[in-house]
């Protein structure tokens, strides 16, 4: 069974940092696209990251570009989040997910609704 685990969320200042990672058990074989959403009350999930597992091209939200760095350990099975420079608009419930995927291209498109892994999310609050 597929699961998805992330940790190392937590409340930081303005211009701090955090690493999420997620461990990503029992997904195998290097053509998966993973990645990571974030979600406040009262708003929709949105996409800040993607990495495609075979190439390790990535995709990132406008608004985390050259902040946000989205890497993986292939051998420990775990997707990293690194967040520098956070800033309150950041703070957010943070998920990774995960589908299989042919190409980077397939991967950039995939829409929310076809990630069917899904961890259980870790809060980020980031204070001005």
């Known amino acids: 069974q597929v699961q998805l685990v992330e940790s190392g969320g937590g409340s930081v200042q303005a211009g701090g940092s955090l690493r999420l990672s997620c461990t990503t058990s029992r997904i195998s074989g290097p053509y998966v696209c993973f990645g990571w959403f974030r979600q406040t009350p009262g708003k929709d999930r949105e996409g800040v990251a993607r990495?495609?597992?075979?190439?390790?091209?990535?995709l990132y939200a406008d608004s985390v570009k050259g902040r946000f760095t989205i890497s993986q350990d292939v051998d420990k099975e775990i997707l990293y989040l690194e967040m520098n420079n956070l800033k309150p608009e950041d703070s957010a419930m943070y998920y990774c997910a995960a589908v299989a995927s042919s190409s980077f291209s397939t991967c950039q498109e995939e829409a929310l609704s076809g990630f069917p892994y899904w961890g259980q999310g870790t809060q980020v609050t980031v204070s001005s």
């Open positions: 990495l495609f597992s075979a190439t390790g091209s990535t």
